[in-house]
């Protein structure tokens, strides 16, 4: 059987790409930059290569015996003080990957977007005008599939919604751990949107998504790998009535959270961390619904209901009735926020 090549196999969602793939039996090659970030059982049923994604590239060995490649590596932050690093990873080194690609003849190249690309002017989506450097590089590393396909080579592309489930509570699984603290009552304070939807998937659904691009999808489509459209108080009282609690929010108006982005940015400037930006503000100010039906027409996608995936979750990080948790859970969880 021909191998599979998955990047960024250490990631939030890369992890359960890896497990699904291992599950149905297939040859598996990851790479990583951390190896150590793997789980034992996993790094023991794995190939790995080990490399940097702008440092060393991919080493071409890495493509030997490869038929497809699931590309989930990216540089996602909120905010850097240079933007070309975005460029650096989620462009250039896109660009070097379908190079190789095209080289080795490999037939499947699923290419992992995101939803804020459809964003960008002149992207095909639902017309957001929010422009953060992340969704502007994301958008042109849809540019360089959509030439690779032009010019002969077979790729799809998946854009993933709103993230939560299973996992790290590192920034990358940043909407499970704001269900963790709304649970808690920590989560005070949020936009004053006016009802925006937005989309919200569990992870293993996106998952599960993105292997069956690479075995349906329509060569040179792109797809949206979400669940359901619902505002974020919808969202927020969903996850609090499976547990039987309900905290109030305060809603803070969108011109202080605009001031807010903007200090944010001053703070990085400065050599801090910017946690939000004003170009996040807006994002997070419009309608980022999304239309599954083509997703399930070509896919055959069907992702888990809302109340099904967020019981789960809750289940998870150890919530039970009326929003007790153990101490033991409450450790786990901690550890979880640590990793990488």
Not at 180 to 187: E, H
Not at 261 to 286: D, N
Request: charged share 25%; net charge positive; hydrophobic share 40%.
């Amino acid at each position: 059987m021909s191998k599979i090549l998955v990047t960024g196999a250490t990631g939030f969602i890369g992890t359960h790409v890896v497990e699904q793939l291992l599950a149905e039996g297939r040859r598996v090659r990851v790479f990583v930059r951390r190896p150590e970030l793997l789980a034992p059982a996993t790094r023991a049923r794995v190939e790995v290569t080990q490399g940097d994604l702008v440092e060393t590239g991919i080493p071409r060995r890495t493509f030997d015996g490869v038929e497809s490649v699931i590309h989930l590596a990216a540089f996602a932050r909120a905010w850097c003080r240079d933007a070309h690093d975005f460029t650096a990873v989620n462009v250039d080194a896109v660009a070097r990957l379908l190079e190789e690609c095209d080289r080795r003849g490999v037939r499947r190249v699923v290419h992992v977007s995101s939803v804020t690309a459809a964003g960008v002017p002149g992207a095909t989506g639902n017309g957001k005008r929010a422009l953060t450097p992340y969704a502007i590089s994301k958008w042109e590393g849809e540019r360089l599939v959509a030439d690779y396909v032009a010019t002969g080579g077979d790729a799809v592309i998946v854009r993933p919604t709103r993230v939560y489930g299973p996992g790290p509570l590192t920034d990358a699984n940043a909407t499970t751990r704001m269900i963790d603290l709304y649970l808690t009552g920590r989560f005070r304070f949020r936009l004053a949107d006016g009802g925006a939807l937005a989309n919200y998937v569990h992870v293993a659904d996106v998952a599960a998504g993105m292997l069956l691009a690479e075995r349906r999808g329509t060569r040179g489509g792109k797809y949206f790998l979400g669940g359901e459209n619902i505002s974020l108080p919808g969202f927020l009282e969903r996850a609090g009535r499976i547990v039987g609690v309900r905290h109030a929010t305060v809603e803070l108006p969108a011109a202080l959270g605009l001031a807010v982005g903007g200090a944010a940015e001053l703070w990085g400037r400065l050599g801090g961390s910017a946690f939000i930006t004003r170009a996040w503000v807006r994002f997070f100010l419009e309608d980022q619904s999304v239309d599954l039906e083509p997703t399930r027409r070509d896919l055959g996608y069907c992702p888990r209901s809302l109340d099904e995936g967020l019981t789960q979750t809750i289940a998870w990080l150890g919530y039970g009735k009326g929003g007790v948790r153990h101490e033991a859970d409450r450790r786990s969880a901690a550890r979880a926020a640590t990793q990488a």
